[in-house]
């Protein structure tokens, strides 16, 4: 079993910053794929962030440029800076994990984290 924790969402204002943390513990021995994702209320949960295990990187068009996302692999962590944050960023943001195993690959979720920006 493969539990993933987050850390670090809260309340920023307009043009802040925060920095999402989320640790992956549990029967690893690799992980793949990992990335953010954001569900507003009212919306569908969305793609933020991405990043492979070596490091190659893709993100949603409305955070280019304000977001960074990074990963530990020898700490089995991925970490999302958000930078000038909007309002519309407000969101509840969860991490996921790309896990392989002997009968395939399963993705592992966080149970998401609360970022508020207020105007």
């Known amino acids: 079993q493969v539990q993933l924790v987050e850390s670090g969402g809260g309340l920023v204002q307009a043009g802040g910053s925060l920095r999402l943390s989320c640790a992956a513990s549990?029967?690893?021995?690799?992980?793949?794929?990992m990335g953010w994702y954001r569900q507003a209320p009212g919306k569908q949960r969305e793609l933020v962030a991405a990043i492979t295990t070596g490091g190659n990187t893709n993100y949603h068009d409305s955070v280019k440029g304000r977001f960074t996302i990074s990963r530990d692999n020898a700490k089995n962590t991925v970490y999302l800076q958000m930078n000038s944050l909007k309002p519309e960023d407000t969101a509840v943001y969860y991490c996921n994990a790309d896990v392989p195993s002997r009968w395939g690959q399963y993705r592992y979720w966080g149970q998401g984290t609360q970022v508020t920006v207020s105007s």
């Open positions: 549990g029967s690893i021995f690799s992980i793949n794929n």
